[in-house]
């Protein structure tokens, strides 16, 4: 009798090829993946001009004040700076500005700059220069918002080194420098000032600079410092108020976007004491999360801005976090209401994608961006305008535990069937090992995501990814193990003669690993599917989320019974058999979710078919990446079982 390895019960011969053919089919995956992956961008800085445009309108009605008073000109510099802005933006609107309300734009421009020279009311030049900065802001894509701001000190550190020589140490403008500056540094402290100054006017002004002026452009510092600063300088002129409450429907990019009298003016449930509160502390405006729409949004408006700015590695990053880090938190609730709408925008956010990596036409890029925030307003209003029904938070908590549940499950219940046939139901508890340690780590996951490290979307998605190839390769490997075992009745008295010593030490915690990143890959998105839909419903309907989750563990629970109980009575090589092929739709399905997995991570290209396939339940969607990982599986279980049919087993 010839000597065998003890591993799973391989003839060495047959491991080491079985081992070395999965290998190939492993690399095989890989360069096929790569062929489709593409990078060359577009370029364009119309959007820069345009803030740069926006910013000079807004500066010309808030500096208009100091230049001219009933209808006199009361400082030189500054009025001579009013007219040599009005100038640059009524030539820039004629030379570089292309849009289709370019006409009625410019003639906006020409009458501020004529309401200049004629010396106007101040309060018509802020209306002028305010209808203009509103025009450009129509046309703008919303802008990067920060997540959050540094610490007070830090800021106030940043500050001092940067701008305090000029403007003060207490942002008066009476630094060191300021003497002989003209015009004078900003007083950030004059409140009828900071009252028409918007924060994103001080942040273009910080990252830019003012032409003609001493303010430089601090290009050197981050983008989270520049957006620190300008909400610093922006809530010297005010002091904290009292039980000043946030409006629920308050988007943070109006409020940075507009200045407090503007806000003031279109908002009844934005009051001076709110203003006061929220310019004076801006940092309670970031102690709660924005929702996963609102992050939608402003990383794919940040995305189009850095694909504007030519920094189209931020822009793809920004493009895939839209989607991982907002969208996809949601997909649940929304189908629940609308699964089409769902389809559409998760088709469009790819499509954005796409265009954006491969360096597409620019109008097919504004275009795609503009359907994807209507739909997002539109799927806003659906899941911000009532609660879920009953029904519809019930139907959805339900199906995540299921879609999310059931491939793990069969994994688990695969590896227990095989162990209790064979009669090493001692060795069970490795299986159980596994999946319990895999719901304590992911649970504990998202604790630490939640409280200490940010774990983004994409991390979380490379996580899942990885795990699912791996579980998908180690399926393959046990499946045909398996189907080794159906071809002779001797393989029965072998494995009966030989299981004892090779189910010991590695193959076990083998076991235990393979069940553990079956489950593990599931739960920690689970969690995050939960905790988002739970944000849809009223506090009264959480018993019916739970309702609905205890019935998916009741459904789950039903279909472990029924495997467990009919398969471990089929004969020897019946069971092997159905379980061979279990086992390989299941390495089938992950590898689809794998691709698809690391497709949304942007570890790998996306190619689209030229039909539309969308079979999430078995994997499959519309991308050649896709199909051929999942073809690869098909095809390598099928050229083992011609080999094997050519070459018989036999019992040594």
């Known amino acids: ?230 909400f610093y300088v922006g809530s010297l002129a005010f002091n904290a108020a009292d039980g000043a409450e946030k409006p629920k429907d308050l988007a943070l990019q109006n409020w940075i976007n507009f200045n407090p009298s503007q806000l003031i003016k279109s908002d009844n449930n934005i009051s001076p004491d709110f203003i006061d509160a929220y310019r004076a502390t801006p940092a309670l405006l970031f102690s709660e999360k924005q929702s996963p729409i609102n992050t939608t949004k402003s990383q794919l408006n940040a995305a189009l801005e850095a694909y504007h700015k030519k920094d189209y590695e931020k822009a793809n990053t920004l493009a895939v976090s839209a989607y991982l880090d907002g969208f996809e938190l949601i997909e649940n609730s929304l189908d629940a209401r609308d699964a089409d709408l769902r389809k559409a925008i998760e088709g469009n956010l790819i499509n954005l994608r796409k265009v954006i990596s491969s360096g597409g036409d620019e109008a097919r890029l504004i275009a795609l961006s503009a359907e994807v925030l209507n739909q997002l307003n539109e799927a806003e209003q659906l899941l911000t305008g009532s609660a879920l029904s009953s029904s519809a938070l019930f139907s959805a908590s339900l199906v995540i535990l299921l879609r999310e549940g059931l491939e793990a499950l069969l994994v688990v219940i695969a590896l227990m069937t095989v162990l209790i046939k064979t009669n090493r139901r001692d060795a069970l508890k490795y299986v159980h090992a596994g999946w319990v340690l895999a719901l304590i780590a992911g649970i504990a996951t998202w604790a630490v995501a939640q409280s200490i490290i940010d774990i983004s979307g994409a991390s979380r998605e490379v996580m899942e990814g990885v795990a699912a190839l791996l579980a998908a390769v180690m399926l393959l490997y046990v499946g045909i193990w398996m189907h080794s075992k159906t071809n002779a009745e001797q393989w029965q008295a072998y494995i009966q003669k030989h299981i004892n010593t090779q189910l010991r030490a590695g193959t076990l915690w083998g076991l235990t690993l393979l069940s553990f990143i079956a489950v593990y890959r599931e739960v920690f998105e689970t969690v995050l599917f939960y905790q988002s839909l739970l944000t849809q419903a009223i506090p009264s309907q959480y018993s019916v989320a739970v309702s609905g989750f205890v019935a998916g563990i009741v459904i789950l629970a039903v279909v472990a019974w029924a495997i467990l109980k009919y398969s471990v009575k089929l004969p020897i090589a019946r069971f092997f058999s159905m379980t061979t092929y279990l086992l390989l739709a299941l390495a089938f399905i992950l590898m689809g979710k794998a691709i698809s997995a690391l497709q949304e991570a942007a570890v790998i290209g996306i190619s689209a078919l030229p039909v539309n396939i969308d079979l999430p339940w078995i994997g499959i969607g519309s991308t050649w990446q896709g199909v051929l990982a999942q073809a690869a599986i098909i095809l390598f279980f099928v050229l083992y079982r011609m080999k094997t049919k050519e070459q018989p087993l036999t019992a040594k």
Request: proline share 3%; glycine share 4%.
């Open 1 to 230: 009798m010839n000597k065998r390895s003890t591993h799973l019960g391989y003839p060495n011969s047959f491991s080491n090829n079985v081992q070395q053919k999965l290998l190939n089919l492993v690399t095989i995956i890989a360069l096929s993946l790569s062929l489709f992956s593409q990078t060359s961008f577009a370029q364009t800085d119309q959007t820069s001009q345009l803030r740069q445009l926006a910013q000079l309108a807004e500066y010309i009605g808030v500096d208009y004040a100091s230049a001219v008073e009933d209808g006199q000109v009361v400082n030189e510099d500054e009025y001579h700076e009013m007219l040599e802005f009005s100038a640059i933006i009524a030539k820039r609107i004629s030379t570089q500005f292309e849009h289709e309300n370019k006409a009625a734009i410019y003639q906006q421009s020409l009458a501020l700059q004529q309401a200049i020279k004629d010396k106007s009311t101040v309060s018509h030049i802020r209306q002028l220069s305010a209808d203009m900065r509103g025009q450009f802001l129509a046309i703008l894509p919303d802008s990067l918002l920060p997540n959050q701001l540094l610490s007070n000190p830090s800021t106030q550190k940043l500050f001092q080194e940067n701008c305090s020589s000029c403007h003060g140490p207490s942002g008066q403008g009476d630094g060191v420098l300021a003497k002989g500056l003209s015009p004078e540094p900003t007083d950030f402290t004059d409140r009828e000032r900071a009252m028409n100054r918007s924060l994103l006017g001080l942040f273009d002004a910080i990252s830019n600079g003012l032409d003609d002026t001493a303010m430089p452009a601090f290009t050197q510092l981050k983008d989270q410092e520049r957006w620190s600063l300008a």
